[in-house]
């Protein structure tokens, strides 16, 4: 002690330890990864403060775009129609007509679907006879792997059908007639970006009944949905 009282003590008298850290009960007693604080993690006595985790990263749209989830299909198609028509004196003949395609696809899953159509073409027949068809049908389309690039499907379709033909060798004519019409066929789509898809090819048999006989048709189509 000095002249005035105060005690005064030299460092070297006194060598303090360090008091031990239970860490373990430190972290339980105390979490703080419920809260917006990082986690704390007791590593050799010491709490190490982490940075927040990274936030991961929004999925990115796949290759084959984003077809699996959109409900509603419409399409614009070249269309080919082989029809067989009789010329009345027994034989038959096959010519073509064309025009469009118009189609439209709800999906209720991720392979059944309604579908409308509604599709006209234009021909001659036995080099004298002008011809147009107009088929509107409904029904279903099935498909498969509708979210990836390649889309296999196929469809049945029933309706009517309306045709008209005019000209001929004898001073011409004109005449319509309409029928019940059915379609069943199948083909090829590829997803090209998210909201666009090409029709690489359909094939599809057309039953139709004019003139009191059965026609046997063939169309072939191709376009954009």
Known sequence: SNSNGTMVVSPSVFELD???VNTTAFAAAAPLSSGPEAPVIA??????LLTPPTPPRPKARPASGDWGNLNNWFGIEFAVIL??????TGA???FAQYGFDLAYVRWVNAWFGLEGSF???WGNAF??????ILLYMAGLRLA?????RIVPWAHFLGGGANTHASGGAN?????????AAFRVGGGLNVNLTAHLAWKIVYVGYLYTSFASSVQHNLMINTGLY
Not at 43 to 48: E, Q, R, V
């Open 43 to 48: 590593t050799s006595g010491t709490a190490s």
């Open 119 to 121: 599709a006209a073409g």
């Open 18 to 20: 360090p008091l031990p």
């Open 144 to 148: 498969a792997n509708r979210a990836g």
């Open 171 to 179: 001073g011409g004519f004109s005449d319509s007639e309409s029928s």
């Open 127 to 132: 080099n004298v006879v002008d011809t147009r």
């Open 92 to 94: 038959a003949e096959t």
């Open 83 to 88: 029809f067989r028509e009789s010329s009345g």
